[in-house]
């Protein structure tokens, strides 16, 4: 929100220069964004909402420097009131706790005065007349947005009295803003309207029904207040945030429609010499005092240091709070909140008041007093680790793709998701992320894509989300080789992956040109062939946590000597390697101690190596030439097949 | 004693020696095997030999033999690895360049997510994560941002399309880790410390330092009388390690609904002060919402960006290069 450097120091007149106040006001109150000539951006972050004025501005700037404020909030009493000038109406009282209108009579309207205009620029509002420009000014000072209407405009009672109704828009009614833009409205919104139609959209613009120019004569000046939420809620439904409607999103004191209705009193008359003719105020109840105890013990316990009693009461009265000092104990005292600090509910607001003046930075760096527990870190954290180091061991590199994703494979062996079953975003960034992606693989073959014109060979990998519409963790690897079969490599480097996490338990299930991983007939994960030169595997690591025990145990060191024999088929039919591999898996001995693909020819002729050993002798050639003979014989018995 | 065993066994090795010297094929090795140590070789008979011979003398003719047969087991594994071109004794210009082995590279986040992560357990912080699709309770309404309150502003959200009246709470993608808090403290018991790591999602256009999924980590610490001081000190700590030197750094006052007081942190970096992560006192709203008593208790919380911290450390200028997957600059981490 911007603000008038000269504008603060008019109501602190020993204000700091420019740069000294934005260090201040950085430190210890709200964060400067821009400083440029006389303008200073000040994020306000929703801190408190009479901030959002000159007045509330100069208020922390002077408590912040230790001076004094020249503030003309003067209260004006005995005014007009209740005359029948103009009534007001207000139909939803929880939407609009207070609404006071005053109806003036105006000489002239001309233009404001140049140091007006010239604060309103440095806010970065355009003059338009005197009027406008004072309701303007008027909320830049107070904080409180105000409104003024062409009493002569409004529809007429029998008396000529102006009558204000605060009521909600019909569904369709039509309303036209006055810089000409049209919205329908519907019952969510509040308007002010006269006996007729909507003048305004409550807190956040008027109409060009009852606008003010040049020649108007009589005016109704607007202050009131809205509840927040709502003003909120129509100001993004509309999609039109005005300076009134920022103001009136925080949440305004209902005490602020005075004081702001007074100081614009005052400068009407003073400026344009406008007589206050009538008022109506009309609230139901205004919040009470605010009271908090502050405990020092607790303060001590919260923020971490020590402050004497006497300077914490120094500070409060500083930002406007009064301690009742009589009633000071030693360490406890009563605080009455400044009735615009509506934000300051609950001992803790106290105590953030007190330890920014005091300054952050002035606080000590004390460690903690902890008993000590081993950190615990969750086994999908260590696995994801494990794996990540495994896999990068293994020359892999890994990457990062975005969460939403408009694509499909179609290697994906998880559950085929129609779209009805995908997460779709309500409001996504592009069509292209439309979607939660429900695998990772889509993504690593779009890196490969975007690769493989550099490098002729890559290994990636990816760890996420992803939604199958649950949310899992998932493992995805991609291989992209120009020569060789990068297949292999997918196969052993899942297989080996799996069983350095500890994964025993597991089958691979060849379906096409894809290989399931299976464990309690669960599918885990799947490795497929893809179109050969790239290939792509994913895996279920969520469910695998579930699953694995990363527990090694020592097993002793053999002490006899293996003895291996090749074994060389020439095999007739279907039957591919794996099956003969299972098959031998299969036959009943417990010498038998590795099994391995030696060579590979073609589909019908390859060599596997059988490794026996027998842990408590030698294995002669005659015992280890039996086993063999075992094997052959269950092989000859299942499949058509020769050895060679 | 038996001389003549152990000048048997002397004369043998010789003579193989000599035989093995000639080995220059296939044929000449399974010949030299055989002879020596097939199952009828002059070995065999000397071993099996050895039973009939006194104690005395088997004690020193026994161990004698053994060696002999090992021996002559290493020539033909040495003899064999010759034959197969496994020989050590090739021609080798040793002043040629190394072979460069295959390396993989962690993503650049993930190595800084896990060096923070280890900064923080060393500081008897926990690790734990949560969901990345979130309800909007968990997200906002129990870290005391109301729907229809204007401080939702501060974070741009992405929703989930959900079908009418299917949930009691809307969902959405997580704009911070926050939730966790929740989610933590609504099964743990106090005092703990936790860190917890993650993706998470703000819905806004993409720039140089603007993404629309990007990782924090958030911290909690619970306890008795947890203090800002506190959170000054492990702050600080966290600093001094990640950056490797001591880093100069203000905290300014800032506003996040769920913590009160609530603080901004920066450090100077380069001469420049940077925002590097929010924090404050956990809400009383927010103890509450997790069941937890706001009288008995206090804690700090915070969150900070990886991908900021990776920038500043690594020097990169453009958060988007974190998810354009270019292996040239992957592979430099």
């Given at each position: 929100?911007?603000?008038?450097?000269?504008?603060?120091?008019?109501?602190?007149?020993?204000?700091?220069?420019?740069?000294?106040?934005?260090?201040?006001?950085?430190?210890?109150?709200?964060?400067?964004?821009?400083?440029?000539?006389?303008?200073?951006?000040?994020?306000?972050?929703?801190?408190?909402?009479?901030?959002?004025?000159?007045?509330?501005?100069?208020?922390?700037?002077?408590?912040?420097?230790?001076?004094?404020?020249?503030?003309?909030?003067?209260?004006?009493?005995?005014?007009?009131?209740?005359?029948?000038?103009?009534?007001?109406?207000?139909?939803?009282?929880?939407?609009?706790?207070?609404?006071?209108?005053?109806?003036?009579?105006?000489?002239?309207?001309?233009?404001?005065?140049?140091?007006?205009?010239?604060?309103?620029?440095?806010?970065?509002?355009?003059?338009?007349?005197?009027?406008?420009?004072?309701?303007?000014?008027?909320?830049?000072?107070?904080?409180?947005?105000?409104?003024?209407?062409?009493?002569?405009?409004?529809?007429?009672?029998?008396?000529?009295?102006?009558?204000?109704?605060?009521?909600?828009?019909?569904?369709?009614?039509?309303?036209?803003?006055?810089?000409?833009?049209?919205?329908?409205?519907?019952?969510?919104?509040?308007?002010?309207?006269?006996?007729?139609?909507?003048?305004?959209?409550?807190?956040?613009?008027?109409?060009?029904?009852?606008?003010?120019?040049?020649?108007?004569?009589?005016?109704?000046?607007?202050?009131?207040?809205?509840?927040?939420?709502?003003?909120?809620?129509?100001?993004?439904?509309?999609?039109?945030?005005?300076?009134?409607?920022?103001?009136?999103?925080?949440?305004?004191?209902?005490?602020?429609?005075?004081?702001?209705?007074?100081?614009?009193?005052?400068?009407?008359?003073?400026?344009?010499?406008?007589?206050?003719?009538?008022?109506?105020?009309?609230?139901?109840?205004?919040?009470?005092?605010?009271?908090?105890?502050?405990?020092?013990?607790?303060?001590?316990?919260?923020?971490?240091?020590?402050?004497?009693?006497?300077?914490?009461?120094?500070?409060?009265?500083?930002?406007?709070?009064?301690?009742?000092?009589?009633?000071v104990k030693?360490?406890?005292?009563?605080?009455?909140?400044?009735?615009?600090?509506?934000?300051?509910?609950?001992?803790?607001?106290?105590?953030?008041?007190?330890?920014?003046?005091?300054?952050?930075?002035?606080?000590?760096?004390?460690?903690?007093?902890?008993?000590?527990?081993?950190?615990?870190?969750?086994?999908?954290?260590?696995?994801?680790?494990?794996?990540?180091?495994?896999?990068?061991?293994?020359?892999?590199?890994?990457?990062?793709?975005?969460?939403?994703?408009?694509?499909?494979?179609?290697?994906?062996?998880?559950?085929?998701?129609?779209?009805?079953?995908?997460?779709?975003?309500?409001?996504?960034?592009?069509?292209?992320?439309?979607?939660?992606?429900?695998?990772?693989?889509?993504?690593?073959?779009?890196?490969?894509?975007?690769?493989?014109?550099?490098?002729?060979?890559?290994?990636?990998?990816?760890?996420?989300?992803?939604?199958?519409p649950k949310e899992e963790l998932h493992l995805g690897i991609g291989i992209h080789a120009v020569s060789g079969e990068p297949f292999l490599d997918l196969k052993g480097v899942t297989q080996t992956l799996l069983k350095r996490i500890g994964l025993t338990e597991f089958m691979l299930r060849a379906e096409g040109r894809t290989v399931l991983i299976e464990s309690d007939h669960e599918v885990l994960g799947f490795a497929s062939a893809g179109s050969g030169k790239s290939v792509f595997a994913e895996l279920n690591l969520g469910a695998l946590a579930e699953l694995f025990s990363a527990e090694y145990e020592f097993k002793p060191l053999p002490k006899y000597p293996a003895v291996a024999r090749d074994l060389s088929l020439t095999v007739r039919g279907n039957t591919r390697v794996g099956d003969i591999l299972e098959a031998i898996n299969n036959v009943k001995s417990d010498r038998i101690e590795d099994v391995d693909l030696l060579d590979y020819y073609d589909p019908t002729r390859f060599t596997f190596r059988i490794v026996f050993r027998a842990p408590d002798h030698t294995l002669t050639d005659e015992e280890a030439n039996a086993e063999l003979g075992r094997i052959i014989k269950y092989l000859r018995g299942r499949f058509n097949l020769e050895v060679r | 004693m038996n001389p003549d065993k152990l000048n048997d066994i002397k004369r043998l090795r010789e003579e193989a020696l000599k035989v093995s010297e000639g080995i220059k094929d296939a044929k000449s090795f399974d010949a030299f095997r055989v002879k020596y140590l097939g199952r009828k070789s002059r070995i065999s008979d000397l071993l099996s030999s050895l039973k009939n011979l006194p104690l005395q003398d088997r004690r020193v003719v026994g161990p004698e033999a053994q060696r002999l047969r090992k021996d002559l087991e290493e020539i033909v594994s040495f003899k064999l690895k010759e034959l197969s071109g496994e020989s050590a004794e090739v021609d080798i210009d040793v002043t040629r360049p190394g072979r460069r082995p295959r390396l993989g590279h962690l993503h650049p986040l993930t190595k800084i997510e896990s060096e923070m992560r280890d900064i923080f357990t060393s500081m008897n912080f926990s690790v734990v994560e949560g969901p990345e699709v979130e309800t909007e309770y968990y997200n906002f309404d129990a870290l005391n941002i109301p729907a229809d309150h204007p401080a939702r502003e501060m974070w741009d959200t992405f929703w989930i399309k959900g079908?009418?009246?299917?949930?009691?709470?809307?969902?959405?993608?997580?704009?911070?880790?926050?939730?966790?808090?929740?989610?933590?403290?609504?099964?743990?018991?106090?005092?703990?410390?936790?860190?917890?790591?993650?993706?998470?999602?703000?819905?806004?256009?993409?720039?140089?330092?603007?993404?629309?999924?990007?990782?924090?980590?958030?911290?909690?610490?619970?306890?008795?009388?947890?203090?800002?001081?506190?959170?000054?000190?492990?702050?600080?700590e966290f600093f001094r390690r990640f950056f490797n030197e001591r880093v100069e750094y203000r905290l300014r006052p800032s506003y996040f609904p769920f913590v009160e007081p609530g603080v901004e942190v920066d450090i100077k970096f380069r001469g420049k002060w940077l925002e590097i992560l929010g924090a404050g006192m956990v809400h009383p709203k927010v103890f509450e919402a997790a069941h937890l008593n706001p009288r008995d208790l206090t804690g700090f919380a915070f969150g900070m960006g990886v991908e900021r911290l990776a920038m500043i450390k690594y020097n990169i200028p453009d958060i988007r290069m974190f998810y354009a997957n270019d292996l040239r600059f992957l592979s430099q981490f």
């Amino acid at each position: 929100m911007k603000f008038s450097y000269a504008l603060i120091k008019k109501f602190v007149p020993g204000l700091p220069p420019k740069a000294k106040l934005t260090d201040g006001l950085n430190m210890k109150a709200f964060e400067v964004e821009s400083s440029k000539g006389d303008t200073l951006d000040i994020k306000l972050l929703n801190r408190y909402s009479s901030a959002a004025s000159h007045w509330g501005m100069a208020r922390e700037a002077a408590a912040i420097f230790g001076r004094k404020t020249r503030i003309p909030d003067k209260e004006l009493v005995n005014i007009p009131e209740d005359l029948g000038k103009v009534k007001v109406k207000i139909s939803e009282p929880a939407l609009c706790p207070r609404y006071s209108a005053r109806y003036f009579e105006v000489p002239k309207v001309g233009s404001s005065p140049a140091w007006m205009q010239k604060a309103l620029k440095s806010c970065g509002l355009r003059p338009i007349n005197a009027v406008v420009d004072i309701m303007n000014y008027v909320m830049l000072e107070t904080g409180q947005p105000l409104h003024a209407f062409d009493a002569d405009k409004l529809a007429q009672s029998a008396k000529r009295k102006a009558q204000i109704i605060v009521r909600r828009a019909a569904k369709g009614e039509k309303f036209m803003t006055l810089d000409d833009q049209k919205f329908e409205l519907d019952q969510d919104i509040l308007v002010i309207a006269d006996a007729e139609e909507p003048l305004a959209i409550a807190g956040v613009k008027g109409g060009k029904k009852a606008e003010v120019g040049r020649g108007t004569r009589r005016i109704v000046v607007e202050a009131a207040s809205f509840w927040g939420a709502n003003i909120y809620r129509t100001s993004r439904q509309l999609g039109l945030t005005t300076d009134a409607s920022i103001r009136f999103a925080q949440g305004l004191s209902p005490y602020l429609v005075k004081i702001g209705a007074d100081r614009a009193t005052v400068l009407l008359s003073d400026i344009l010499k406008a007589k206050l003719v009538d008022s109506k105020d009309v609230y139901k109840k205004l919040p009470g005092r605010e009271l908090i105890e502050f405990d020092v013990t607790r303060f001590s316990r919260l923020i971490g240091v020590d402050l004497e009693p006497r300077l914490i009461i120094n500070y409060l009265e500083r930002l406007g709070f009064k301690v009742n000092v009589g009633k000071v104990k030693k360490d406890r005292f009563i605080v009455e909140v400044p009735r615009l600090r509506d934000d300051v509910t609950i001992f803790e607001d106290l105590a953030e008041e007190v330890a920014r003046l005091y300054g952050y930075n002035n606080l000590p760096s004390s460690p903690p007093l902890v008993g000590l527990v081993a950190p615990e870190v969750e086994d999908e954290i260590r696995l994801k680790d494990e794996t990540r180091s495994i896999l990068v061991g293994l020359g892999f590199n890994e990457v990062y793709n975005y969460s939403f994703d408009n694509r499909r494979s179609n290697v994906s062996r998880f559950l085929p998701l129609d779209d009805a079953r995908r997460l779709e975003i309500e409001n996504p960034i592009s069509e292209e992320r439309r979607f939660l992606r429900p695998e990772l693989v889509t993504g690593l073959a779009g890196n490969i894509e975007n690769n493989r014109r550099t490098l002729d060979e890559l290994r990636i990998f990816e760890i996420g989300k992803v939604w199958t519409p649950k949310e899992e963790l998932h493992l995805g690897i991609g291989i992209h080789a120009v020569s060789g079969e990068p297949f292999l490599d997918l196969k052993g480097v899942t297989q080996t992956l799996l069983k350095r996490i500890g994964l025993t338990e597991f089958m691979l299930r060849a379906e096409g040109r894809t290989v399931l991983i299976e464990s309690d007939h669960e599918v885990l994960g799947f490795a497929s062939a893809g179109s050969g030169k790239s290939v792509f595997a994913e895996l279920n690591l969520g469910a695998l946590a579930e699953l694995f025990s990363a527990e090694y145990e020592f097993k002793p060191l053999p002490k006899y000597p293996a003895v291996a024999r090749d074994l060389s088929l020439t095999v007739r039919g279907n039957t591919r390697v794996g099956d003969i591999l299972e098959a031998i898996n299969n036959v009943k001995s417990d010498r038998i101690e590795d099994v391995d693909l030696l060579d590979y020819y073609d589909p019908t002729r390859f060599t596997f190596r059988i490794v026996f050993r027998a842990p408590d002798h030698t294995l002669t050639d005659e015992e280890a030439n039996a086993e063999l003979g075992r094997i052959i014989k269950y092989l000859r018995g299942r499949f058509n097949l020769e050895v060679r | 004693m038996n001389p003549d065993k152990l000048n048997d066994i002397k004369r043998l090795r010789e003579e193989a020696l000599k035989v093995s010297e000639g080995i220059k094929d296939a044929k000449s090795f399974d010949a030299f095997r055989v002879k020596y140590l097939g199952r009828k070789s002059r070995i065999s008979d000397l071993l099996s030999s050895l039973k009939n011979l006194p104690l005395q003398d088997r004690r020193v003719v026994g161990p004698e033999a053994q060696r002999l047969r090992k021996d002559l087991e290493e020539i033909v594994s040495f003899k064999l690895k010759e034959l197969s071109g496994e020989s050590a004794e090739v021609d080798i210009d040793v002043t040629r360049p190394g072979r460069r082995p295959r390396l993989g590279h962690l993503h650049p986040l993930t190595k800084i997510e896990s060096e923070m992560r280890d900064i923080f357990t060393s500081m008897n912080f926990s690790v734990v994560e949560g969901p990345e699709v979130e309800t909007e309770y968990y997200n906002f309404d129990a870290l005391n941002i109301p729907a229809d309150h204007p401080a939702r502003e501060m974070w741009d959200t992405f929703w989930i399309k959900g079908k009418k009246g299917e949930r009691q709470s809307r969902l959405l993608m997580r704009t911070h880790t926050s939730p966790v808090q929740i989610r933590y403290m609504e099964t743990h018991e106090p005092p703990f410390q936790i860190v917890v790591p993650g993706r998470v999602f703000r819905y806004e256009a993409t720039d140089a330092s603007h993404e629309i999924n990007f990782y924090q980590l958030e911290g909690l610490m619970v306890g008795k009388s947890v203090s800002l001081a506190n959170f000054k000190f492990v702050i600080e700590e966290f600093f001094r390690r990640f950056f490797n030197e001591r880093v100069e750094y203000r905290l300014r006052p800032s506003y996040f609904p769920f913590v009160e007081p609530g603080v901004e942190v920066d450090i100077k970096f380069r001469g420049k002060w940077l925002e590097i992560l929010g924090a404050g006192m956990v809400h009383p709203k927010v103890f509450e919402a997790a069941h937890l008593n706001p009288r008995d208790l206090t804690g700090f919380a915070f969150g900070m960006g990886v991908e900021r911290l990776a920038m500043i450390k690594y020097n990169i200028p453009d958060i988007r290069m974190f998810y354009a997957n270019d292996l040239r600059f992957l592979s430099q981490f």
